[in-house]
């Protein structure tokens, strides 16, 4: 059995999130129909965000590569994970969209592994996150690969009530920059996926990805500069009057 050990070498680790509360939600079609498999073939799980570095449950081997007819966006609220009620983080969902593709990680699973994988995923991601599940079919990166394979995937829709929608780069990096969540910073979700993408998918392109990552870079500075010179003032108030 393998757990999220390499993922987690190769980027630092962080935090486990506190306990799900118990909650027993209503399993997805799709959910239902992958946990019937249990005992017989594998079952595989398709991850394009946080779930590339850190899946969270026992899987059998894993895959990078990528599904067709989709982009990834940040257009997903977050309200628990690495966002709060009264400030939302942004994480990513897909959107359907001919001609695109999305790279990511698929994990296979089998036996004992599917039941508890697919309850896990489901408390994390449908649940906690507004998150419903689809069947795609997953191409390997590996040269010598045959078929796709075909692989249960998280999809947040604009009808879940924590859907954001589209935004300029400068304001998604800018609302990223001021939210946190019980799993972390939404920063270190951004610069993670983004070192996902830049090590194990060279090849790829994701230019909304990467254009929110430069223009939280290029906030960053005058963010420092400006609470620098709050700090200042509020430690010398006579030179702030000038």
């Not at 909650?23 to 595989?44: M, N, Q, R």
């Not at 829709?157 to 799993?183: F, H, K, M, W």
Request: aromatic share 10%; proline share 8%; glycine share 8%.
């Amino acid at each position: 059995m393998k757990r999220d050990l390499q993922f987690a070498e190769e980027c630092p680790s962080r935090a486990e999130p506190p306990p799900a509360p118990r909650i027993t939600p209503e399993p997805t079609a799709e959910a239902e129909d992958a946990e019937l498999k249990c005992g017989s073939a594998p079952v595989w799980i398709f991850g394009y965000g946080s779930l590339v570095w850190r899946p969270g449950f026992e899987f059998t081997s894993r895959k990078v590569g990528f599904i067709r007819g989709y982009s990834r966006r940040f257009w997903q609220g977050d309200t628990f994970h690495r966002g709060s009620e009264k400030m939302p983080g942004r994480v990513v969902t897909l959107l359907e969209d001919c001609g695109a593709c999305t790279w990511g990680v698929a994990y296979e699973v089998r036996g004992e592994q599917i039941p508890a994988s697919l309850q896990y995923l489901n408390m994390r991601e449908a649940v906690l996150g507004g998150y419903d599940t689809k069947l795609v079919k997953f191409h390997p990166q590996e040269k010598d690969a045959e078929e796709p394979i075909q692989a249960l995937v998280y999809i947040a829709t604009p009808q879940n009530p924590s859907y954001l929608g589209p935004a300029s780069e400068e304001d998604i990096a800018a609302q990223i920059i001021v939210s946190s969540g019980c799993a972390g910073h939404n920063i270190e979700y951004l610069l993670r996926l983004a070192d996902f993408m830049r090590y194990f998918c060279p090849q790829a392109e994701d230019k909304h990805l990467f254009s929110i990552e430069e223009a939280l870079i290029s906030i960053l500075p005058c963010l420092c500069c400006t609470e620098e010179s709050l700090e200042e003032a509020a430690s010398n108030p006579q030179k702030s009057k000038g």
